[in-house]
T-cell receptor, first 112, second 114 residues
Framework: TQLLEQSPQFLSIQEGENLTVYCNSS?????LQWYRQEPGEGPVLLVT?????EVKKLKRLTFQFGDARKDSSLHITAAQPGDTGLYLC????????????FGTGTSLTVIP | GAVVSQHPSRVICKSGTSVKIECRSL??????MFWYRQFPKQSLMLMAT?????????EQGVEKDKFLINHASLTLSTLTVTSAHPEDSSFYIC??????????FGSGTRLTVV
């Protein structure tokens, strides 16, 4: 069951452009994470957000957790070819439980 | 940091044979590990949760007799794809929980059944 819907599913942009990826759900999550995955590799954690309304920045990447903890966004400023990859959000409904659900994924291609 | 080592990274097998994939936690103990399946440019779909010393918990629609999971120690979980068929070809990834919020992933196994 996919509890987390990401949009867009595919995104192809020119180097230097900005973009936003959305991760939406009707469920509340105790925490939400964003990962980037390159072909043939496992996902690599970018950030964890746990507080409603929380904003975290990682260089050119800005992550926001919705106030109701049901959604999140990832904004990339001045995208570079190295940002190309599959971006996945993932959420845990409860803090100590083992349930952990991935979003539907956003495949980003940044063209030089 | 916590590292999960997954082997093999790639495997090609003949239809009808079985393939074992190993997932080891290198510098920590993992009482619970997770196995995912992924198709190209798609998200990870949880197949099962592997619990040390007890039976794995399978997600709805996953055949437990086809995807055998063993978690005999705190550092090793294995996934065996039995009587593999071409439709089982996929990218399989394991992960382990680290701390309250963290999950660390193996590097994945590309299975091709011919």
């Amino acid at each position: 069951t996919q509890l987390l819907e990401q949009s867009p599913q595919f995104l192809s942009i020119q180097e230097g452009e900005n973009l936003t990826v959305y991760c939406n759900s009707s469920s509340v999550f105790s925490s939400l994470q964003w990962y980037r995955q390159e072909p043939g590799e496992g996902p690599v954690l970018l950030v964890t957000v746990v507080t409603g309304g929380e904003v975290k920045k990682l260089k050119r990447l800005t992550f926001q957790f919705g106030d109701a903890r049901k959604d999140s966004s990832l904004h990339i400023t001045a995208a570079q070819p190295g940002d190309t990859g599959l971006y996945l959000c993932a959420g845990a409904p409860t803090k100590l439980g083992n349930q952990f659900y991935f979003g539907t994924g956003t495949s980003l291609t940044v063209i030089p | 940091g916590a590292v999960v080592s997954q082997h093999p990274s790639r495997v090609i097998c003949k239809s009808g044979t079985s393939v074992k994939i190993e997932c080891r936690s290198l510098d920590f103990q993992a009482t619970t590990m997770f196995w995912y399946r992924q198709f190209p440019k798609q998200s990870l779909m949880l197949m099962a949760t592997s619990n040390e010393g007890s039976k794995a918990t399978y997600e709805q629609g996953v055949e437990k007799d086809k995807f055998l999971i063993n978690h005999a120690s705190l550092t090793l979980s294995t996934l065996t794809v039995t009587s593999a068929h071409p439709e089982d070809s996929s990218f399989y990834i394991c992960s382990a929980r680290v701390g309250v919020y963290g999950y660390t992933f193996g590097s994945g196994t590309r299975l091709t059944v011919v």
